[in-house]
């Protein structure tokens, strides 16, 4: 990776010092040393569910340093900002021609308070941009319009950078514009012109050879990438995809590839740019004048690579290869994407999952129940639900809809089945929400759209719905029994949708196999349906080949579309122009708002630093498993009628309709974290059940998790938690470290962390403990009954060792994952907020 342009700018002597310049140029040595450096990104992007909080922090720390004698308008961000709005449309409507335009009328109707936040902000800051709702994905709209790949700024040329703060901000990386994601706090620390502390990563080059099939998808090509890197082990680790096979994946391919880069682990997946790079700039609707620039300065720079050149393969950590041409069609699951099937044995896969024991591989359906069928009648017809079947079925999320080739495959494959005349059970919840517009202009283009609407995929919102619980209640939700499959394109089983079983199905695979299970269809040699006149249907009748939606993705993606749908991009949207919202710099808060509320993080805040104080009998809150993430920790999705933000909102008047969710209400902190651990999919040891519940232990009662924690903070008890591995795996969520430290949790004891949600809870001033190798909980023989007291040394220093007490005689080690000493820094002021605010006063 080249930052050489970049440091020439930035290297000031102060933040980025001649030693860190020199440490990156010995790369090949200091790889392996643990070696800190400060990063500075071109720029930073926000999506609405993260960029709330960070402009409601931005406009509380205003207040905070007025408070304290300072100018609040330096709070500001220096960094230039993007935000779109893309996470806070519901599908409550679906399978109507006017699905859209309600989803979009209720969208404005729950979510004005937000909205006029936003605009506030975008008019009270400086170097900040909003994308109004309706807009499109994030990811999406970085990759077609966003993104600059190279700045020209004041007379210098410097590479596009970023970090954003959705995990799946990787994506652009599949652009050639290196780029991850970062927790909410840190990324707010960069928009105030502090650079990222990160140790030099370790490089794995990842050689692509051969040609793909032609039945196989981008999407089959990542879930085996997914698979292969997760065994290579690449967790902090940067990827770099070279080789002959690169120039056979589109831009679009790329960047689904690089999108699920936090499945695998990594910290960035990268594509350089080559000549294909410049074709989907042109097909974007770049001019030729930026094209032009970028050329010249990527090849000044030996950044423009030409992947049939083995000379310009760059030296490596370690390489792995992958043959393209060994990729078969497959999804992943039931619960995870590492867990990779083949579509040939997803059959046998599904019935071997129903009885193997509760896991990620297995729900124990005990053998009596394997037959059970439950009939039903919706809308004057009578159906049957069983195992497996389908009843969610959305093409959503930035993994597919960036991908014409993926969208248009779903189209293609529509028109064959109807043409046959197959059809979708109208019980399914199916919906289509596309990344751009630009999408729906070519599905219409192209003639498959109508199909689609035909099988019940009509444009029901652009944004990110299905796939972060937006997906409001399903029509089946009161009869649903055994194993239902949620059959969409994302991957997170936790994020689709509230079923309250256990034995629900998470399918992660490309849009043309969501068509496919909604059909009923099966992926064998026999007969797949029943079409006109009793015909019997195999799959190849309606398979479409790569070939064929290539021929169709050159006839109708054009680059008149893209100019079309983002010359007005930010004022197209009628309802978001007749929003009003003042200029003020300080922000009048609602003290009736649900929405917007003024947080308590700077409220005891003063200019003196104190020093930290060792945690003494510590209650334990919860005592988790593996594979804990962020949504466990602060769910986005719906706000369950019976939790403690319920009766929150309940008792300030309003409705369950009014209630919106978790991830619309990320500004009101009295919301948050009342919604902390608030996932009724979450595991708790302490009661061996699915429960956002916690024994209270002074008492022995059970109690909803916030109501135990608020009542050890009236007693005065401090918190931690016990944890897994992979703890806080997901996308990227502040209030995943915010909530907890609300709830008065000063440290979690993991196996491992997730890269992200670490940085976060260093962010709040939680500390991430991590067990000693070869140590965990069950070998400590730790039931979390115990009180933990937890002595911090008095020099601290990266990565060392805090000696634990517990009130029953054991002692035991765990290292501080505090990575750097930016951390520890942020770590001693409570958290990065606070340090930022002290930095500014002291300026």
């Known amino acids: ?256 590839i690089s999108n699920m880069c936090p499945e695998y682990g990594a910290t960035a997946a990268f594509f350089p740019v080559d000549k294909i790079n410049l074709k989907y700039l042109e097909q974007t609707g770049r001019s030729e004048e930026k094209l032009n620039y970028i050329e010249k300065y990527l090849k000044a720079v030996s950044m423009f690579r030409d992947f049939s050149d083995p000379s310009q393969d760059p030296e490596f950590t370690q390489v792995v290869d992958l043959d393209l041409s060994s990729v078969v069609s497959c999804c992943s699951g039931p619960k995870r994407p590492q867990d ?101 202009y070519y599905l219409k283009e192209s003639g498959v759209m109508p199909y689609l609407s035909k099988l019940g995929f009509d444009v029901v919102g652009y944004g990110c719905m299905t796939c972060i619980g937006n997906n409001r209640r399903l029509v089946l939700y009161v009869v649903i029994q055994g194993c239902p499959v949620l059959c969409g394109d994302h991957y997170l089983l936790s994020d689709i949708h509230p079923v309250k079983r256990r034995e629900s199905w998470c399918r992660s695979h490309a849009a043309k196999l969501c068509v496919l299970e909604c059909l009923h269809l099966a992926c064998s040699p026999s007969p797949s349906g029943v079409g006109v006149e009793g015909r019997e249907i195999y799959l190849r009748d309606i398979w479409p080949t790569r070939e064929e939606v290539q021929v169709v993705e050159r006839k109708f ?67 988790l498993g593996d594979s804990v993430t962020t949504d466990h920790i602060s769910p986005a999705g719906n706000i369950a009628r019976n939790s403690p933000a319920a009766r929150y909102l309940t008792d300030r008047g309003l409705t369950p309709r009014m209630f919106n969710s978790y991830g619309s209400r990320r500004g009101n902190d009295a919301v948050m974290s009342r919604g902390t651990f608030a996932n009724i999919r979450l595991f708790n040891k302490f009661l061996n059940k699915q429960a956002p519940q916690t024994l209270h232990f002074p008492s022995e009662e059970t109690l909803d998790i916030y109501d135990a924690a608020d009542r050890y903070q009236q007693e005065g008890y401090p918190l931690i938690i016990l944890a897994g591995k992979e703890y806080g795996s997901g996308s990227s969520r502040d209030w995943a470290a915010k909530g907890p430290y609300l709830l008065g949790v000063k440290a979690v004891i993991a196996e491992s ?37 937890l002595i911090i040394p008095e020099l601290l220093k990266p990565r060392m060792s805090m000696e634990i007490r517990l009130d029953t005689g054991k002692i035991f080690q765990a290292i501080m994952r505090f990575d750097t000493d930016v951390e520890l820094t942020y770590f001693l002021h409570g958290g990065i907020l606070n340090y930022m605010i002290r930095k500014t006063l002291s300026n």
């Not at 896969?349 to 009885?355: I, Q």
């Not at 991430?768 to 023989?781: H, I, K, S």
């Open 1 to 256: 990776f080249s930052f050489d342009s970049h440091l020439r700018i930035n290297c000031d002597g102060f933040l980025v010092k001649k030693d860190d310049v020199e440490n990156i140029l010995n790369w090949k040595v200091t790889q392996h040393k643990n070696v800190e450096v400060p990063f500075k990104p071109a720029r930073v992007i926000l999506q609405d569910f993260t960029g709330v909080p960070a402009v409601v922090d931005f406009a509380a720390m205003r207040d905070a340093v007025k408070k304290l004698g300072g100018n609040p308008e330096k709070i500001n961000p220096i960094c230039p900002a993007d935000l779109v709005i893309d996470h806070s449309i519901q599908v409550d409507f679906n399978r109507r021609v006017d699905s859209l335009q309600k989803n979009e009328e209720i969208e404005f109707e729950r979510n004005k308070e937000r909205f006029e936040f936003l605009k506030w902000g975008s008019k009270g800051f400086q170097n900040m941009r909003i994308i109004p709702p309706g807009s499109g994905i994030i990811h999406q709209v970085n990759l077609e319009y966003l993104a600059r790949v190279v700045f020209d700024q004041d007379g210098f040329y410097y590479p596009d950078s970023l970090v954003g703060t959705d995990s799946h901000t990787t994506m652009i990386d599949g652009l050639g514009v290196l780029g991850w994601g970062v927790g909410g706090i840190e990324a707010e620390a960069v928009m105030l012109g502090q650079p990222i502390s990160m140790v030099l990563p370790q490089v794995v080059g990842y050689k692509l050879l051969g040609t793909p099939g032609s039945l196989v998808t981008s999407t089959d090509i990542v879930l085996t990438i997914t698979k292969n890197l997760r065994q290579v082990g690449v967790v902090g680790k940067f990827v770099e995809f070279f080789g002959p096979g690169v120039v056979q994946l589109s831009i679009a391919d790329r960047a689904t």
């Open 340 to 440: 990779k099937v083949s579509v040939s044995d997803m059959k046998t896969d599904f019935a071997s999952c129903l009885v193997a024991k509760q896991g990620f591989k297995g729900f124990q359906i005990p053998s009596a129940r394997l037959e059970d069928k439950v009939k039903f009648q919706y809308n004057e017809q009578e159906y049957e639900l069983s195992h497996g079947s389908v009843v969610i079925a959305a093409i959503t999320s930035c993994t597919n809809t960036s991908n014409p080739s993926v969208m248009l495959g779903a189209g293609l494959l529509a028109k064959k089945a109807v043409e046959a005349g197959l059809n979708v059970k109208h019980y399914i919840k199916t919906s289509l929400s596309p990344g751009s517009g630009v999408v729906t």
């Open 753 to 789: 962390y997730e890269r992200i949600h670490r940085s976060n809870l260093v962010g709040m001033g939680i500390i991430p403990l991590e067990y000693l190798p070869g140590q965990t909980a069950d070998t400590l023989e730790l039931t979390g009954r115990e009180r933990y007291t």
């Open 557 to 623: 993606v054009i680059p008149a579309m893209f100019k079309e749908v983002y010359q007005k991009i930010e004022k197209r949207n009628e309802r978001w122009n007749a929003l009003n919202a003042p200029g003020d710099e300080l922000y009048t808060w609602n003290p009736n708002s649900t929405y917007i509320k003024s947080p308590p993080f700077f409220e005891n805040l003063t200019l003196a630093l104190q020093a930290p104080k060792s945690i003494v009998d510590a209650y334990v809150l919860l005592n």
